[in-house]
């Protein structure tokens, strides 16, 4: 009773955490979330827990490494 809940980071918080504007967001191909609240006829939410993030952006190309990224 007592185990605190999942927290996941959205879309903004996602885009704080690796530090670009959320509308920069679109030009990745951003993992799978670890969670969707909703379905798809209305709007969804996504989200994702700090480890998947922090993974992801340790292996996305950075300034200049974008002909490597298909590796």
Known sequence: ??????????????AERIGVA????????LPEPDAVIGDKARRQTRGWL????DAWNAKRPGRGNWRNAKK
């Open 22 to 29: 959320e509308r920069s967001l679109s030009k990745y191909q």
């Open 50 to 53: 700090p480890e998947t993030v």
């Open 1 to 14: 009773m007592g185990d605190k809940p999942l927290e996941f980071l959205s879309v903004s918080q996602f």
